[in-house]
């Protein structure tokens, strides 16, 4: 099983932007993802790459403003946000999935970090 370690999160004005970084030891999984929770709402899939080939998806609310990455030799997945809104205040998880399979679907997964708060003010 892999380990997963994010950072990156923090406080930050409406429009401005943050970098998450998701650490990874262990076993190289197939796919990496970010997900994140909003207080009183379901946890929601955000970003996913695979780790080879590097293809991604994005959910609608963040495309064009959220860059998922890999960094291969540091075994580490970066999410680059930009344009940043309340509406994406949430604790973030980064998730490794080890075969590929349904990249919303949490149940998919197979470990967790355990996430990093994300506050955009207005």
């Known amino acids: 099983q892999v380990q997963l370690a994010e950072s990156g999160g923090g406080l930050v004005q409406a429009g401005g932007s943050l970098r998450l970084s998701c650490a990874a030891s262990?076993?190289?999984?197939?796919?990496y993802s970010w997900f994140r929770q909003a207080p009183g709402k379901e946890r929601e899939f955000v970003a996913a790459?695979?780790?080879?080939?590097?293809?991604?998806q994005y959910a609608e609310s963040v495309k064009g403003r959220f860059t998922i990455s890999r960094e291969d030799v540091k075994n580490t997945i970066h999410l680059q946000m930009n344009s940043l809104k309340p509406e994406d205040t949430a604790v973030y998880y980064c998730?490794?999935?080890?075969?590929?399979?349904?990249?919303?679907?949490?149940?998919?997964?197979?470990?967790w970090g355990r996430g990093t708060q994300v506050t955009v003010s207005s």
């Open positions: 998730a490794a999935q080890s075969l590929l399979s349904n990249f919303r679907s949490i149940e998919s997964y197979d470990s």
């Open positions: 790459i695979s780790w080879s080939g590097g293809s991604t």
């Open positions: 262990g076993r190289t999984n197939n796919r």
